[in-house]
Nanobody, 122 residues
Framework: QVQLVESGGGLVQAGGSLRLSCAAS????????MGWFRQAPGKEREFVAT????????YYADSVKGRFTISRDTAKNTVYLQMNSLKPEDTAAYYC???????????????WGQGTQVTVSS
């Protein structure tokens, strides 16, 4: 069992930056690939980024490539999402997830956090 708790969301102006954190419980953090997803009001949950168990591989949605960076710190059992050059269309609830392999598909993740809200004003 893995419990995930996101933090770091908030209100930011367009062009600004935020760093989201996702703290995982348990001693098996390194056994899981981690992903970030987001969901805006009235829209489907969408993939943002994922990182492999070792941290050696990352993959991003085209909409965030070059602006967002996913990373993980095994010693802290934490995965991060650094978000730069934020746009109003990045406004959403952001969720971290843990699963057996890095994937853009939400169905491959077994554990989910409760989410943290990011609002980007224009």
């Amino acid at each position: 069992q893995v419990q995930l708790v996101e933090s770091g969301g908030g209100l930011v102006q367009a062009g600004g930056s935020l760093r989201l954190s996702c703290a995982a419980s348990g001693r098996t953090f390194s056994s899981y690939a981690m992903g970030w997803f987001r969901q805006a009001p009235g829209k489907e949950r969408e993939f943002v980024a994922t990182i492999s168990r070792s941290g050696g591989s990352t993959y991003y949605a085209d909409s965030v490539k070059g602006r967002f960076t996913i990373s993980r710190d095994t010693a802290k059992n934490t995965v991060y999402l650094q978000m730069n050059s934020l746009k109003p269309e990045d406004t959403a609830a952001y969720y971290c997830a843990a699963g057996p392999s890095a994937s853009a598909g939400s169905m491959w993740y077994n554990y989910w956090g409760q989410g943290t809200q990011v609002t980007v004003s224009s």
